[in-house]
């Protein structure tokens, strides 16, 4: 064998070595720095999914987009190799939140799943909770007064807080599932997020109202009596410095007064083409009138914020 062709023979091997390892040890493609916690809210088209990568390593996933959308921008993070999800929250059961969970159960380990007990009669939901069972993979009751430390991150469930899977009036209604939806706080150090999966504005007024002392009028539906409200009593409650702005900037979401409350100085809109016009002019408003720094994944990419506990970094894909 000529010297040329050794070489390459060589070449060849190492690179395969190179790849076996990658496989094996589950080598990242993203680089995390110790110490710090990463929410990357991915571009899954017109959906969400949310990974958030704890100081120690580990992998929480909100919702997993529609379809298998989700599978580029996870290899992107992921690289190489195996890796585990050590916990999945499914906000609510509608496609685009759900759907791309049934690629990553297939792809990666997943040690337990997060759910509302709501559950939806069409046939790609029943595929998501048979991806479950047969993979024997612990699914759990998603329910507020859950407080949990993990790397010293806390996750805190705020909503539900109470039995919505007797909501018959919500389950049968396809728009009355986004107020099933799993609203979470992720505090580190001194930094807080608000994940909110597609709450409306039902579900924005009963937050207020339990969370705010916020008094919302008979006639909710007036804007103009709701911001009229000067008493707030425990607003710190749901303040945060990063809001994942609901049901991807929909008009029936992050109303004037929530917005006032939450009082982020980031936001995030994930959202791809649609036909629903969203985002919606008056959200994209509001959010440039109370001064809060947007991205949108349909126009940046996937959003990267990153936390040192005291302090909060953004990178953006495009």
Same mark, same amino acid.
């Given at each position: 064998?000529?010297?040329?062709?050794?070489?390459?023979?060589?070449?060849?091997?190492?690179?395969?070595?190179?790849?076996?390892?990658?496989?094996?040890?589950g080598?990242?493609?993203?680089?995390y720095?110790?110490?710090?916690?990463?929410?990357?809210?991915?571009?899954?088209?017109?959906?969400?999914?949310?990974?958030?990568?704890?100081?120690?390593?580990?992998?929480?996933?909100?919702?997993?987009?529609?379809?298998?959308?989700?599978?580029?921008?996870?290899?992107?993070?992921?690289?190489?190799?195996?890796?585990?999800?050590?916990?999945?929250?499914?906000?609510?059961?509608?496609s685009?939140?759900?759907?791309?969970?049934i690629?990553v159960?297939?792809?990666?380990?997943?040690?337990?799943?997060?759910?509302?007990?709501?559950?939806?009669?069409?046939?790609?939901f #029943?595929?998501?909770?048979?991806?479950?069972?047969?993979?024997?993979i612990?699914? #759990?009751?998603?329910?507020? #007064?859950?407080?949990?430390?993990?790397?010293?991150?806390?996750?805190?469930?705020?909503?539900?807080?109470?039995?919505?899977q007797?909501?018959?009036?919500?389950?049968?209604?396809?728009?009355?599932?986004n107020?099933?939806?799993?609203v979470?706080?992720?505090?580190?150090?001194?930094?807080?997020?608000?994940?909110?999966?597609?709450?409306? #504005?039902?579900?924005?007024?009963?937050?207020?109202?339990?969370?705010?002392?916020?008094?919302i009028?008979?006639?909710?539906?007036?804007?103009?009596?709701?911001?009229?409200?000067?008493?707030?009593?425990?607003?710190?409650?749901?303040?945060?410095?990063?809001?994942?702005?609901?049901?991807?900037?929909?008009?029936?979401?992050?109303?004037?007064?929530?917005?006032?409350?939450?009082?982020p100085?980031?936001?995030?809109?994930?959202?791809?083409?649609?036909?629903?016009?969203?985002?919606?002019?008056?959200?994209?408003?509001?959010?440039?009138?109370?001064?809060?720094?947007y991205?949108?994944?349909?126009k940046?990419?996937?959003?990267?914020?990153?936390?040192?506990?005291?302090?909060?970094?953004?990178?953006?894909?495009?």
């Amino acid at each position: 064998m000529d010297d040329s062709r050794k070489i390459g023979l060589l070449s060849i091997i190492l690179i395969s070595a190179f790849f076996a390892v990658q496989g094996l040890f589950g080598i990242e493609a993203y680089s995390y720095e110790e110490g710090s916690l990463y929410v990357h809210v991915m571009d899954v088209g017109q959906g969400d999914a949310i990974l958030i990568h704890t100081p120690q390593g580990k992998n929480i996933l909100i919702d997993g987009g529609p379809h298998d959308n989700i599978r580029e921008p996870l290899s992107d993070i992921f690289g190489f190799g195996l890796h585990t999800i050590d916990e999945i929250y499914l906000t609510h059961p509608h496609s685009d939140h759900f759907s791309g969970l049934i690629t990553v159960m297939k792809k990666y380990f997943v040690e337990k799943v997060w759910y509302t007990g709501v559950v939806h009669t069409t046939p790609v939901f #029943k595929e998501f909770l048979g991806e479950i069972k047969n993979q024997e993979i612990p699914l #759990k009751l998603a329910e507020s #007064k859950e407080t949990r430390s993990i790397d010293g991150v806390t996750i805190e469930i705020i909503y539900p807080d109470r039995n919505i899977q007797e909501k018959k009036d919500w389950v049968e209604d396809e728009n009355g599932l986004n107020d099933t939806s799993i609203v979470m706080k992720v505090i580190y150090g001194e930094t807080s997020f608000l994940l909110v999966g597609d709450a409306e #504005k039902a579900l924005e007024d009963y937050l207020l109202q339990q969370h705010a002392a916020v008094v919302i009028p008979a006639k909710a539906g007036i804007q103009e009596e709701l911001d009229s409200i000067a008493s707030l009593q425990n607003d710190e409650f749901l303040k945060a410095d990063v809001l994942k702005i609901g049901h991807h900037g929909s008009k029936t979401s992050t109303q004037k007064k929530f917005l006032e409350v939450v009082n982020p100085e980031f936001a995030a809109i994930s959202y791809g083409e649609n036909s629903y016009g969203h985002p919606h002019p008056s959200v994209i408003n509001r959010l440039n009138k109370k001064g809060v720094q947007y991205f949108e994944t349909q126009k940046n990419g996937t959003i990267t914020f990153i936390s040192d506990g005291y302090e909060i970094q953004t990178i953006v894909e495009r």
